[in-house]
């Protein structure tokens, strides 16, 4: 298996890798669609976010909520 199969075979199960959708910059299709890409960078982006914002008001429940949103995420993606 060549380098480049292993990183689509690695993000198959994390994209559907639609070729519609693709993605590609200088003439390399990326592993990931548009789509999924910003669905997690979105994620990725608003986890982040409230990770600092909880470090700010100590009241906020952090632990449940980034567990809350995993799991959510966890059954959107299934």
Known sequence: MRPV?????IFHG??????????????FRMPMCARCAGM??????????FLVVG??????????FVGLSCAAFAVFLG
Request: proline letters at 5%; one cysteine or more; glycine letters at 12%.
């Open 40 to 49: 997690y960078t979105g994620f990725l982006v608003a986890l982040a976010a």
């Open 14 to 27: 994390l994209c559907h890798q639609i070729p519609s959708r693709e993605l590609a910059a200088g003439g």
């Open 5 to 9: 199969e292993v990183i689509y075979y």
């Open 55 to 64: 470090r700010r008001h100590r009241g906020a429940p952090r632990g449940a």
